[in-house]
Nanobody, 122 residues
Framework: QVQLVESGGGLVQPGGSLRLSCAAS??????????MGWYRRTPGKQRELVAT???????NYANSVKGRFTISRDNAKNTVYLQMNRLEPEDTAVYYC??????????????WGQGTQVTVSS
């Protein structure tokens, strides 16, 4: 099994910043992860894409976060980051980390983290 551990969520005022991190780990070695990304869900809505990044560094963003959020990853550490600036109350959600196309010694496939709450409020 592959575990994704998220950190960095919390409460921030509108206009503020947060940085989310997500580290993938497994009982054996992780050889590669094709795409890592962040999704979010608010009550009553489906989970939506925030941003993704491939192992080669190609990025994709939701229109609502372009220019405010930046996704990056450290392939050597199997870690993905989401720098969120100029946060708005509409960004309030549970943010989930996703790892797609994982190839590991004892597991393969797509995996999700447990989620981390981000609340933007004054």
């Amino acid at each position: 099994q592959v575990q994704l551990v998220e950190s960095g969520g919390g409460l921030v005022q509108p206009g503020g910043s947060l940085r989310l991190s997500c580290a993938a780990s497994a009982s054996g070695s992780i050889f590669s992860i094709s795409t890592m990304g962040w999704y979010r869900r608010t009550p009553g809505k489906q989970r939506e894409l925030v941003a993704t990044i491939t192992s080669g560094g190609f990025t994709n963003y939701a229109n609502s976060v372009k220019g405010r959020f930046t996704i990056s990853r450290d392939n050597a550490k199997n870690t993905v980051y989401l720098q969120m600036n100029r946060l708005e109350p509409e960004d309030t959600a549970v943010y989930y980390c996703n790892a797609e196309g994982v190839v590991a010694a004892r597991a393969s496939g797509d995996f999700w983290g447990q989620g981390t709450q981000v609340t933007v409020s004054s």
